[in-house]
């Protein structure tokens, strides 16, 4: 409530598209290193098994053991970096329509005519959001669509989410 003054400025836009690309970046990173410490743990094994001396295969044995330990360090990591990325997304798509739906109740109370410039606005920014990064929020769609996009919400909101769904399919 006390940024709707400011919401419709461009700062504010540019903010939640960098803390977005954020997430998804680190997620990509991550997925990157998690590749990276498989391919070593990989060559690691292969020239385990190739040791003819028994001192040998013990040092290449605990050099696999510490590959493995990064590897498994590495799926942690992302495992956290993924839910925290469907954390974003669910709270930036869930604020999205706790605003639009607030701004139609308002209005209805007011008797006013709830399609304004700033409505109309707002939701397109929800709409440029989930087609921008829908590679990401298709991945989330199961659970968007049980937890936000419920038949209770605002048909002007849902049908927002209704016309994303037909452009991913």
């Known amino acids: 409530p006390y940024m709707l003054p400011h919401f419709d400025r461009l700062y504010l836009w ?4 960098t803390t977005i690309k954020f997430c998804i970046k680190r997620c990509d990173r991550i997925k990157v290193e998690l590749e990276k410490s498989k391919l070593k743990l990989n060559d690691k094994k292969e ?22 330990e990064e590897v498994d360090h590495y799926v942690k990591l992302l495992e956290d970096a993924e839910r925290s990325q469907k954390e974003v997304f669910l709270i930036v798509v869930q604020r999205f329509i706790m605003i639009l739906t607030d701004h139609i109740v308002r209005s209805e109370q007011e008797s006013r005519y709830t399609q304004t410039l700033w409505f109309r606005c707002t939701r397109d920014r929800l709409r440029q959001t989930l087609v921008k990064y829908r ?3 298709k991945r989330y769609m199961v659970t968007l669509q049980t937890l936000l996009f419920t038949p209770e919400i605002e048909p002007k909101i849902l049908e927002c989410f209704t016309q994303f769904k037909g452009y991913i399919a």
Do not use: N, T
């Open 14 to 17: 540019q903010m939640l598209d």
């Open 47 to 68: 020239q385990e098994a190739g040791a003819p001396d028994p001192d040998i295969a013990e040092k290449r044995k605990q050099l696999v053991q510490a590959a493995e």
């Open 135 to 137: 590679r990401e929020v």
